[in-house]
């Protein structure tokens, strides 16, 4: 082995100086923090630091003539120290920590003490958590004056939501202390334990909009638990930035007029302005009290109407799926103008109830165009025009033919989603070509399949989906996603997927040939909806009278007026309401009046509709 | 059976009684710094001190183990455990990749986590070591040269791409290693590299025209000294400018476009640039106070306030210093500083008077590395160097970390004990 290079040994003074010279530097750096210089002692002197999360004020929602739909008021959270009261506890002997005292004025026994305690203490020993979440505003100034006999316990405001009108309970949404699948999901760590998350409706989609950002205020806390003051001077608090206020398309007057129309009836309104996809009303039924869900009851109040058998937690107008029936009629006969298949004059034979292989529930008698199949909703009309489309040889086959029909109904906003902002939606359905193949094992062909001409069969869609289509006809040919808000109170700009205009590629010329069709429905002599006609108000509609494996028909109803400027354009779903002209039409008949005029002048009809019951007796 | 009683007669005892006292300061410190009301016994396993005496038990019974294996085993194997090491390094690139996000730790199930760049810079020094030790190498040699950077430099770049930039750095203290066995430049490199860090941080600071203004009033009082005086070197002189007027250019862009936002931000908190108090500026800031308000003589143990609410984030591992600054007061962070100083001196000189080229330059590989590790750690802790999450040596909680260093430090007292046994 070497052992040579002794000669460079003296190489290790200049190591070793740096090692020293380091060293030296260092112990003098520490001695100077350490020792000269008190600053520092005094920042940490015997004092603890309390860091109070300043929650920001959750943003404002008004409808679309600035109404004021929710608001916030001042709740109280007791927070708790897990560490703080455990030494007050054990090493305090001077001034004991009373829990008796404290439990009698919380108003909890021991043992919910003990557990509230434990869920703390496994949730940070040294941070604070929750301890009593929402404590009222009498509570607070009682438990306050006296908190300082509790060292580890303080207070921390926030607001809770309040809902002045008490409608749209599932439209507006609600906040709900968030789930630990929530704060898993929370990438950006924005979130505690505690904090309230939007858990449904707008609440949910504008979350980070409306909740703003939290701002933080440390505090010097001295060993009786008094605040003495900000920590540094406050540098390192961050002042909370509210959340934004948000206007609703909402029309709060005309959502309220339809929740009352649809006491004791089982089904949905959805109303949007055609012009700009906005809607007007999202009424479900049966709903609820938003403010149910607010403050100390929710957990109780919430069981309470998941218990109940008409379920009315389900937006139906987004999460019920039904078949369209004659509604449906409208897509079925644009598809067929559209495709070549047929035209305006086009005529088919029919046969009345004795019409194979689909009857007809008219009795119109002999041939009529597409104008009076319409009116008359005639079903042998458009199973035949439906099996026209299908069969056009320019698409050379059936499966082809088929495909092009689907793909131009997904286009008009059927059988998926919208994903504009409202959450829960579903999707409907639409059959793909597959299905068949599968069902049929590959024999199927337009007779098959013959109930999708009609609106019946495997086709299901929401009340949200049928809307659309109204809206669409209303605007000859194109739409706006349907959604729920209008703008931001800062005016910053809404998702562009809601201001984005849908063209699904029909000709407007057999769109205003559909629209006089829908006319005729009112004003015709043989119009299924000629008795809620109003002479001022030219509306257009189309009756749906659904078949459904729960009982009665589903009465269906879509419409949209005035016709010649389409203001408001609607669907009414009425569950196990009978004819569609039963409950449906008169239903959107009176508010299309109560939008455009503001009240309704057939009184009469008002008050059937209002009190109108239908019995319910299957669960559903 | 002779030679294993021997052993204990051997061993330098003041090396291993510093070790001991640092590693107990350490477990103290752990054990203050999380102390649980609701845990309060310091054996308590299901807390990390309870946990750090596991490693600590673990460590010593390795590090015995190691001073039972022949002492030539370390040079005969050296080159495999290097390569072993590289395997790991790149097998911890290839996982962290699969696991999405840099990460330097293999997880070797039941919880145990290993983080191979914690044992490389030992490797790699075992690997120098061994390569030096052979008869036929010459540092004078270009070829041997660049064998000798590619030995730390290999191992190094690895770390750098687990985007593990502390550990990286720690592989600069190679540079001292290199010096003393007359590695051609190190000298130079070691100066350069000081002055290299004063003008970076001075350029960030001042802003780049006041740099300019001061070097060029420094080049002006330079050449009119070499002129006045007609000293010799005058365009060497010249050089060193040149080199110094376009690194002041080049830090900017390589501040700005080289480092990574969270680099930049430590150095700009660190240099007073960026007012970030909840930021990385909030950690120093805590960690100043903590020590600081322990004040002479500290507040006593177990009795500091600051080091005990997760101000401090990484307060047992990285930032551990600041429970024994806040509770040993001065006192016991001079006495921690004497004795690191103490055990690098005594590393260095029992490097000196070993007979193998293999256990000297050994030693004094693991005397730069404790040496960076220390002087970074606690530079960041007292707000004298940027923030790099490195562990201190025998203090930081971390099984990865007391492991390598325990072994390193055994491997050079098992050299040392039978130094004599070189022929």
Same mark, same amino acid.
Do not use: M, Q, R, S
């Given at each position: 082995m070497r052992t040579s290079n002794n000669s460079l040994s003296s190489r290790k003074l200049l190591i070793m100086g740096i090692f020293i010279a380091v060293g030296i530097v260092y112990i003098v750096k520490l001695f100077s923090l350490q020792v000269v210089d008190k600053h520092y002692k005094q920042l940490a002197d015997n004092n603890a630091l309390r860091f109070v999360t300043q929650y920001p004020a959750r943003g404002k929602v008004f409808d679309r003539n600035g109404q004021l739909l929710v608001f916030n008021e001042a709740v109280y959270d007791l927070m708790v120290v897990p560490r703080q009261v455990i030494q007050a506890v054990r090493k305090d002997t001077l001034n004991p920590f009373d829990t008796a005292t404290f439990c009698r004025l919380l108003e909890i026994d021991k043992a919910s003490f003990v557990e509230r305690m434990n869920k703390a203490k496994k949730e940070s020993y040294l941070k604070p958590s929750p301890f009593m979440t929402q404590v009222s505003k009498e509570n607070y100034a009682h438990i306050a004056e006296v908190l300082y006999r509790f060292p580890g316990f303080y207070f921390q405001t926030r607001t809770v939501r309040h809902y002045p009108n008490a409608i749209a309970a599932h439209t507006l949404g609600d906040i709900g202390e968030i789930s630990p699948a929530e704060l898993e999901k929370d990438e950006e760590g924005y979130y505690r334990q505690g904090d309230y998350i939007g858990k449904s409706g707008i609440e949910k989609s504008y979350e980070k909009e409306l909740r703003g950002v939290k701002g933080l205020k440390v505090m010097m806390v001295d060993v009786h638990n008094r605040e003495m003051g900000s920590f540094m001077d406050g540098e390192l608090d961050k002042e909370p930035v509210a959340g934004k206020d948000i206007y609703l398309g909402l029309d709060a007057d005309l959502q309220a007029y339809g929740e009352q129309l649809m006491v004791g009836k089982i089904g949905s309104i959805v109303a949007v302005e055609p012009s700009t996809g906005q809607i007007l009303a999202f009424v479900t039924s049966p709903t609820y009290d938003p403010n149910l869900l607010v403050g100390r009851e929710r957990g109780k109040h919430y069981k309470e109407l998941q218990e109940d058998p008409m379920k009315p937690l389900i937006n139906r107008a987004i999460s019920g799926t039904y078949p369209p029936g004659s509604t449906f009629k409208t897509v079925v006969g644009l598809i067929a103008m559209q495709s070549g298949s047929i035209t305006p004059q086009t005529v088919f034979h029919c046969n009345g109830p004795g019409s194979l292989p689909i009857k007809c529930t +008219? +009795? +119109?008698?002999?041939a009529p165009d597409f104008a009076n199949a319409i009116m008359n909703s005639c079903n042998p009309y458009f199973y035949e025009s439906f099996k026209a489309t299908i069969n056009n040889p320019k698409f050379g086959g059936i499966r082809e033919g088929y495909q092009y029909w689907k793909d131009m109904t997904a286009k008009m906003g059927l059988g998926h989603k919208f994903n504009t902002d409202i959450p829960y939606e579903r999707s409907g359905n639409i059959p793909t070509k597959e299905y068949y193949d599968r069902m049929y094992k590959g024999q199927w062909n337009s007779v098959t399949i013959r109930s999708l001409g009609i609106g019946q069969g495997e086709v299901l869609v929401t009340p949200l989906q049928l809307c659309n289509i109204a809206a669409m006809i209303a605007n000859e040919g194109y739409y706006y996603p349907p959604h729920l808000i209008k703008c931001f109170g800062d005016t910053t700009a809404i998702p562009e997927v809601m201001t984005t205009r849908v063209d699904p590629g029909i000709d407007p010329r057999y769109v205003r040939t559909m629209k006089n069709g829908l006319r005729t429905v009112f004003s015709g002599p043989a119009g299924t909806a000629r008795r809620y006609e109003m002479k001022d108000i030219p509306q257009c509609g189309k009756t749906g009278t659904a078949q459904n494996p729960h009982g009665n028909y589903h009465s269906n109803f879509i419409a949209f007026a005035p016709a010649d400027n389409p203001k408001i354009a609607l669907a009414v779903i009425i569950e196990n309401g009978g004819y569609g002209a039963t409950w449906a039409a008169p239903i959107a008949s009176l508010m299309i009046e109560k939008y455009i005029r503001g009240y309704s002048t057939r009184e009469d009809l008002e008050k059937r509709m209002m009190e109108g019951r239908i019995s319910y007796k299957n669960e559903r | 059976m002779n030679e294993r009683n021997s052993i204990i007669g051997r061993i330098d005892w003041v090396t291993v009684l510093i070790y001991f006292a640092l590693v107990i300061i350490g477990w103290f410190s752990i054990f203050s710094a999380k102390y649980d009301e609701l845990h309060p016994s310091i054996f308590d396993m299901s807390q990390v001190y309870g946990k750090q005496l596991i490693w600590i038990g673990a460590s010593l019974l390795v590090g015995f183990i190691i001073l039972l294996i022949d002492a030539k085993f370390f040079n005969a194997f050296s080159l495999w455990i290097y390569i072993f090491f590289l395997v790991s390094l790149l097998a911890v690139l290839v996982y962290g990749k699969a696991t999405k996000g840099a990460t330097s730790w293999i997880d070797l199930g039941g919880g145990i986590k290993f983080q191979p760049s914690e044992f490389a810079k030992m490797a790699t020094a075992l690997a120098l070591a061994g390569y030096l030790d052979r008869l036929d190498v010459d540092l004078q040699k270009r070829k041997d040269q660049i064998i000798a950077a590619t030995i730390v430099l290999v191992p190094m770049a690895l770390v750098l791409a687990q985007n593990d930039t502390g550990s990286a750095i720690v592989f600069v203290s190679f540079i001292f290693v290199l010096y003393r066995e007359g590695f051609p430049g190190a000298g130079w490199l070691m100066v350069a590299g000081v002055v290299a860090i004063l003008l970076f941080v001075f350029t960030l600071v001042w802003s780049q025209k006041v740099m300019y203004i001061i070097l060029g009033v420094l080049l002006v009082l330079t050449l009119t000294f070499y002129i006045v005086t007609k000293k010799k070197g005058i365009v060497r002189m010249l050089a060193v400018f040149a080199i110094a007027f376009t690194f002041v250019f080049s830090v900017d862009y390589a501040f700005n476009k080289v480092l990574q936002e969270h680099q930049r931000n430590r150095i700009l908190v660190l240099l007073g640039q960026l007012d970030d108090p909840k930021g990385v500026g909030y950690n120093v800031h805590q960690s100043k106070i903590a020590i600081g308000s322990g004040g002479f003589a500290g507040k006593g143990f177990l009795q500091g306030t600051q080091t005990k609410y997760d101000f401090v984030p990484e307060q047992h591992t990285d930032f551990i210093f600041c429970t024994v600054g806040e509770e040993g007061g001065f006192l016991g962070t001079a006495t921690v500083m004497l004795l690191y100083l103490g055990l690098l001196l005594r590393i260095i000189i029992l490097a000196e008077r070993q007979r193998s080229t293999f256990s000297r330059v050994y030693g004094y590989a693991i005397a730069g590395i404790l040496f960076v590790h220390i002087a970074i750690n606690i530079g960041m802790t007292i707000g004298l160097?940027?923030?790099?999450?490195i562990p201190l040596p025998f203090l930081s909680y971390g099984g990865s970390s007391m492991l390598a260093f325990t072994i390193m430090l055994a491997i050079f007292v098992k050299q040392d004990a039978y130094r004599l046994n070189v022929l």
């Open positions: +008219h +009795h +119109h008698g002999g | 160097l940027p923030v790099i999450g």
